[in-house]
């Protein structure tokens, strides 16, 4: 079952401006985490925010996480035209006994930077 | 370098064959993962391993088989029992899971199936 939902499906922004991308989730989680994947290749692992975080910065990225509303964002800041891509979020529920079924990913938002 | 090898890129299957992916990884991982995706959706999961000689179904593993005789290798078969197996295959390897922490994925490049 998919746990994560990304919105919007697409977005398209000129080269230079911000790109915020929303993702909501149903239960519990103890990290969420944005991946991102350029056409036809293989997911990357971007940035990981836990449950009891907030906000956390990387470089360009900032991600949120509001546990009480049950979703989080990513925004690129100052976007550029290598930054084109699908960008996934992931989630990891509480889980006893320790191990893990993967991550749960949503549809993902397809950000389309123009130069 | 470390990282996760996935063979072939490409591959064309007749209807009623089965097939293989390869999914190799050097980066000492217990656990590893295969995943589909369909176009314009997100990842669903086939199956995973959490160590060697162990492995679990995921969400749509019915049509599909997999193996994990050595750590460094989770190979696919996609068997004719698949009824729609037509998709991008995404292996994925993660180190030692922490409780409460990262559960971090290393993903290979992908397969691409086309059954014609």
């Known amino acids: 079952s998919q746990q994560g939902e990304e919105d919007p499906q697409a977005l398209s922004i000129q080269e230079g401006e911000n790109a915020t991308m929303n993702c909501s989730y149903k239960?519990?989680?103890?990290?969420l985490q944005w991946y991102r994947q350029n056409s036809g290749r293989g997911l990357v692992h971007l940035i990981l925010?836990?449950?009891?975080?907030r906000e956390k910065h990387s470089g360009r990225l900032r991600v949120t996480l509001d546990t009480s509303k049950k979703s989080s964002s990513l925004l690129i800041t100052a976007s550029r035209a290598a930054d084109t891509a699908s960008y996934f979020c992931?989630?990891?529920?509480?889980?006893?006994?320790?191990?893990?079924?993967?991550?749960?990913f949503g549809k993902g938002t397809h950000l389309i930077i123009q130069p | 370098d470390g990282g996760i090898t996935q063979s072939p890129k490409y591959l064309f299957r007749k209807e009623g064959q089965n097939v293989t992916l390869s999914c190799e990884q050097n980066?000492?991982?217990?656990?590893m993962y295969w995943y589909r995706q369909d176009p314009g959706q997100g990842l669903r999961l086939i199956y995973y391993?959490?160590?060697?000689?162990?492995?679990q179904k995921g969400d749509i593993a019915e049509g599909y088989s997999v193996s994990r005789e050595k750590k460094e290798s989770f190979p696919l078969t996609v068997t004719s029992a698949q009824k729609n197996p037509t998709a991008f295959y995404l292996c994925?390897?993660?180190?030692?899971?922490?409780?409460?922490?990262?559960?971090?994925?290393?993903f290979g490049a992908g397969s691409r199936l086309t059954v014609l």
């Open positions: 994925a390897s993660r180190g030692a899971f922490a409780p409460g922490g990262a559960n971090v994925l290393t």
């Open positions: 239960t519990s989680i103890n990290n």
């Open positions: 925010i836990r449950s009891n975080e």
């Open positions: 992931a989630t990891v529920w509480g889980r006893s006994g320790g191990g893990a079924d993967g991550l749960t």
């Open positions: 980066l000492n991982h217990d656990a």
């Open positions: 391993s959490q160590i060697v000689n162990d492995f």
